[in-house]
């Protein structure tokens, strides 16, 4: 696991650790009653506080207060279209009336209401869709795709700064006593107002209990998780985008509805215990947080040429051809976008950016078992290479807008031997069966006349 894929967990496990301390330093700053201070100038006794044990106080201490934010961020994460609307709903019906102002603006009945309908679009889809070929459920799915990306972009932006910021309020409890009661009015009104909210004014954000501290260290954070949470769960996503088995579709779906489902019933039983369940789901996506880059790459270019039915341009392959490889090449991990084409010397490489952003680097396609043979796809088409056993392994997928293009990739890599795939294959094997089972375009074949007895 490289650097950046640590970096999240790294950032929990320092969040966790800190969250303590800095509820500490808050706590223990100096505080002297101003009534404890007689007209003699001489400082007496203060009395002891009155006790506060509302069940709102004591439910929101510094380390509850965490563990809710995080599970509200990783559930977000793990659906960000379901997350963002369900959290606004329940925060509006769980606020008074009279407060529903102050909430933020995901919580408002048109935001989330919008959520909720395109929600029931996307089920309708899954459930007619069921019996519709893939041909037709397919780009459907793709749009589902760039869905989940746009809502994502909204809940990392406008959504998880909040629970953030609300997350280092909370840990924000004031030692006054006397203020004491105006505070625990103010905890109570942000306990039953919910995170995300707007913040409370008064003493209770003075500058002395290190809020600020607490929301710098935060935002970035719960960004990080929400960042490697998604990406595992949007490559579930893909997968169902790419694939062309009804059974798989809803199989996937159920598992993450399941990771979603046990995050929210975790929550609701203890804190603590969602807490330890986002933990479950946050660590392992920080290792797979790469292929599932990757992987998120892979869908976003195949679903957008597939949707804008994208052709490439007779110069496109002369310049190297857009390709995702099948397999590592030297350091190049699988999945890796980028151009294939050929060097000065006319070498075969294989040309990318690390994390699209990254200086270019190349790789020779030399050091592996060079491509030989080009599979005609019925969606986009592949270079294969033989795996020494006689069997086509597929080298380098080529993206849909090279369908019409064989014969030029093929002139440009020298390659000779033109296949299709497995699916092409299917595709034309039912389309054959069909053609003799019910003789659509065929002439009638003569029969020998019978001679007369």
């Not at 650097?3 to 301390?21: D, S």
């Not at 595992?232 to 809803?250: K, Q």
């Not at 052709?311 to 496109?316: E, I, M, S, V, Y």
Request: charged letters at 15%.
């Amino acid at each position: 696991m490289n650097t950046l894929t640590r970096l999240p967990l790294l950032a929990t496990l320092a969040l966790l650790a800190a969250c303590p301390q800095l509820s500490a330093a808050s706590a223990a700053s100096p505080q002297v009653p101003s009534s404890a201070v007689e007209a003699t100038g001489t400082p007496t006794k203060a009395e002891p506080a009155p006790a506060l044990v509302t069940p709102d106080a004591l439910a929101h201490l510094p380390g509850v207060g965490l563990a809710e934010g995080v599970s509200q961020i990783t559930g977000t994460a793990v659906s960000p279209l379901l997350g963002v609307s369900a959290v606004g709903a329940w925060k509006y019906f769980a606020t008074e009336e009279a407060l529903r102002s102050r909430l933020p603006w995901y919580c408002h009945p048109g935001v989330w209401g919008s959520c909720f309908v395109m929600l029931g679009l996307c089920f309708l889809k899954d459930f007619l869709g069921a019996a519709a070929p893939p041909l037709v459920k397919k780009p459907l799915d793709f749009i589902e795709l760039f869905e989940d990306k746009a809502s994502a972009l909204v809940a990392s932006t406008a959504f998880v700064p909040l629970v953030a910021v609300a997350m280092a309020q909370m840990n924000a409890i004031p030692v006054q006593p006397e203020e004491a009661a105006h505070h625990a009015a103010a905890i109570t009104q942000t306990a039953q107002m919910g995170f995300a909210t707007l913040p409370v004014p008064g003493p209770a954000l003075a500058a002395t209990d290190l809020t600020w501290v607490k929301t710098a260290l935060y935002i970035p954070v719960g960004f990080a998780i929400f960042v490697v949470v998604w990406l595992s769960s949007h490559a579930i996503n893909v997968l169902i985008a790419l694939s062309p088995f009804g059974i798989v579709d809803a199989a996937l779906k159920v598992v993450k509805l399941g990771v979603l489902g046990l995050i929210t019933a975790s929550a609701f039983i203890h804190p603590a215990l969602g807490l330890l369940v986002c933990l479950l789901v946050i660590v392992p996506a920080c290792f797979i947080a790469g292929p599932a880059f990757r992987l998120m790459v892979f869908g976003n270019v195949f679903g957008l040429d597939l949707l804008l039915a994208r052709k490439a341009a007779p110069t496109d392959v002369a310049e190297g051809v857009r390709a995702f490889n099948s397999s590592r090449i030297g350091g190049t991990p699988a999945r890796t976008y980028g151009r294939l084409g050929r060097n000065a010397q006319g070498a075969a490489v294989f040309r990318y950016r690390p994390w699209l952003i990254l200086p270019t680097r190349e790789t020779a396609v030399a050091a592996t078992p060079q491509p030989d043979g080009v599979a005609q796809g019925l969606i986009y088409p592949s270079l294969t290479r033989d795996d020494g056993s006689g069997k086509a392994k597929t080298s380098f997928v080529l993206l849909p807008r090279y369908r019409d293009c064989v014969t030029r990739i093929t002139e440009h890599f020298g390659i000779t031997k033109v296949t299709d795939s497995t699916l092409l294959r299917g595709f034309k094997a039912m389309r054959n069966w069909l053609v003799e089972a019910l003789s659509f375009g065929r002439s009638p074949v003569p029969l020998p006349a019978s001679g007369r007895q």
